[in-house]
């Protein structure tokens, strides 16, 4: 694939790239999806390069699904990442040779290239990944034990979670993270996991509350011997609702 | 300059330019750094192409003063845009003949360009712009009297729009923008201003001394008549605080 596109460079952008962060979170696990590159046994996040006749953001969803296989992710841009020191000639040289094709024919790669982050946030046990290239290995790897990455990669990580972390203040979150029915002990955990940090309980009730896109129900969770929580839904339309105008405790 | 740019363009990025929405604020008016092109009479963003050898925060602040002279502005990055149909070639065909250059040699400017956006919020009194070219117009343009723009520039101008005011949520404001002792009713039109919607007093009061950034003063406003309001300044040091780890209201 990437062969393919250096020797048709000219249906790509020149100098752009893309580079997608797909965090995963499932019972109180925050990962994100990895790509072990085969020439050199360093991992990446899933990027690629924009098809010349592509809007970014549909080159994104391209990208990520050529990459991954993944599908049906809501990607969000949040930063473009333009230092010019982030590509130097030694990685686009490696894969070059790699590749088996001279510096002269693959000069479209070792030029300066700026990247386009997105991110997105999943179930990590409905998201799928599947294996696009020999000798490629795709995994779910716990934020907190990622490997050595490529080029500036771990610098877009970081600040695709940086972002991530002050949506907290903007939007909700949940939907499709946590069961149909859940406690709010659960959705204070989701809470948790991605900020990283112990959350008051008594504070977290009222504020997640005052928002109005729970819904109480009338069980409660069974599997727990004594003093059982209540379950919770989220009350699609006002969660939409919210979504669309923001949190926006504003002013 | 741009005549310059394009005939020894392998110094610089291609396909990727830099675009800036200057908002300045002064006395309850919220105006856009506006600059008009001389080969159309139409307006624009103060925008630009990015040398090659520089990082993209650093060509936002050569661009931005290239063309208008404003410097010491603090610029911050907040979309890439990248439709395909965002530069049309009837645009940069037009340049090319007002430049007098060949659709051939000018073949550098009339492929697809994507651009990011950069944006900052400064007191108009305080930034004079200066004309860079013969034939070219700055202005300070209150932001609801936007001319029509050239290619997607008033989609870039809403876009940073909403981003200030999503800002408005997460950090504060108003240091530089209003004189050293102020009243909360001016900094209360400050927000007014820049959301475009009245906001409740007592509301109002309560949420901003909550943050802790302002000093009451043992002054009152002296030029009204009766009731005088009270002065506020900002306690820099908190201030600093704040906006380092933002206004976190959050969870």
Known sequence: MLKFIIENNEKYQPGLSIDCVIFGFHDNQLKVLLIKVPHNERWSLPGGFIPIDQDIDTAAVTILNERTGVEGVFLRQFATFGKIKRNDNHFGNEVLEYLNISPEKGKWLTQRFVTIGYYALVDFLKILPTRRNEGQIIEWIDHKEVPELILDHKEILD???????????????????????????????????????????????????????????????????????????FDKEKYEEVLKNGLNQGW
Chains 1, 2 share one sequence.
Do not use: C, W
């Open 159 to 233: 600040k695709a979670l940086n972002t991530l972390r002050i949506e907290l203040n903007l939007m909700p979150i949940g939907y499709n993270l946590l069961p149909e029915k859940f406690t709010i002990p659960e959705l204070q955990k989701l809470y948790e996991t991605i900020l990283d940090k112990k959350l008051d309980r008594r504070n977290f009730l009222r504020k997640i509350t005052n928002i109005g896109i729970l819904t109480k129900l009338d069980e409660k969770k069974n599997n727990v011997a004594h003093k059982a929580p209540n379950l919770y839904s």
